[in-house]
């Protein structure tokens, strides 16, 4: 199984920035895709934005315009940067990896807080 380690969340004033990352290692033989879910008290985890191998982005419409996807291939890492954080921003941010031989793995989440 593929190995996540994220990196990144913490706690953050309105406005404010944060960047995540997300590095897989392990056995891994090809990432189709890769990307973020969140999930915050009582509701249900969420896309937050995901990443394809060929480049096509999907983002959450609520993130729109404020977030943004990347990845690096050659170190199998993704990247979210968040601008523009609100309150309603706050949850635990999972890292997901779809690979086309092993399947899904995830991140074991990180806490992202946007409050004065």
């Known amino acids: 199984q593929v190995q996540l380690a994220e990196s990144g969340g913490g706690l953050v004033q309105p406005g404010g920035s944060l960047r995540l990352s997300c590095a897989a290692s392990?056995?891994?033989?090809?990432?189709?895709?890769m990307g973020w879910y969140r999930q915050a008290p009582g509701k249900q985890r969420e896309l937050v934005a995901n990443?394809?191998?060929?480049?096509?982005?999907n983002y959450a419409d609520s993130v729109k315009g404020r977030f943004t996807i990347s990845r690096d291939n050659a170190k199998n890492t993704v990247y979210l940067q968040m601008n523009g954080l609100k309150p309603e921003d706050t949850a635990v941010y999972f890292c997901?990896?779809?690979?086309?031989?092993?399947?899904?793995?995830w991140g074991q989440g990180t806490q992202v807080t946007v409050s004065s």
């Open positions: 392990g056995t891994i033989f090809n990432i189709w895709v």
């Open positions: 990443i394809f191998s060929g480049g096509s982005i």
């Open positions: 997901h990896v779809h690979d086309l031989t092993l399947g899904d793995s």
